[in-house]
């Protein structure tokens, strides 16, 4: 992607202007949110509704632009294509930005984090890094936007040795853990804060090999590239909660942070 055409992208991603909140009024609507529930701290179910930091930041965005939040619980490879045919109206699923996928919709970015690596606490296997995957078996949720770095590492420095990284995806990252419990994967790798979880809640079963973010990623709100006023009304609630400091609480409260337009920018241009 050319400098000219990520600037002119990244621009329109952080354009919340004045303009765009009187064209675009949702006041009284109901938002149909596309989301994988079964990936925790971002997404989940807590006593049969929605949890986590997605569902709070769209319930801030609601309070601030005065509609409501309809859930529509959705596997996290099929949430691209249900926002695309309109099966639901954003996605808020810690979904993170690539070229291919900022191809094929339409991002307001609110996040920024990383991946760690899980492995069982009595394994010898302990990597700091995906470079010491090679002839080991990787599990982690299905549609990772990492899944290209993963596959090129392979290619390009375990190829060479006579090995591969052993790819193996799973419908949730909670079924990956269970992978990683079982034997049946030597490593899971997931966003950081998920990872943190699962160490959690295994009592001391799995631990985080990895010392620092791997790759890191930003995450944004996914949209039909068509629903521009509905991204302008979003974009405008989204000024709000910054404005009045909600949004920087929640980061915080998730130790995640606010990625900057150079970033976006950065992103777009890399190819996987």
Known sequence: MNNKLTSTLVALFFSLGAGAAVAADLTGKTIRVGGDLTYPPYDYFLDKKPAGFDPEFMQLLADAGGFKVASVDTRFENLVIGVSGNKFDVIASALYINPERSRQIAFIPY??????????????????TPEEFCGKRIGFIKGAAYKPKLEQLSKELCAPKGTIIDIREFPSSPEATQALLSGNIDAQTDDSAVIKMAVEKTSGRVMISSKENIFPVL??????????????????????????????????AYNISEPSPDEV???LASEN
């Open 219 to 252: 995450g944004g709100l996914g949209l039909n590239k068509n629903n521009v006023d509905l991204k302008a009304g979003l974009e405008a609630a989204f000024a709000k909660i910054k404005a009045n400091g909600k949004y920087y609480e929640l980061l915080k």
């Open 111 to 128: 996040m920024k984090t990383g991946i760690s690596i899980a492995v069982l606490s009595t394994s010898s296997f302990k990597p700091l």
């Open 265 to 267: 920018a950065k992103v």
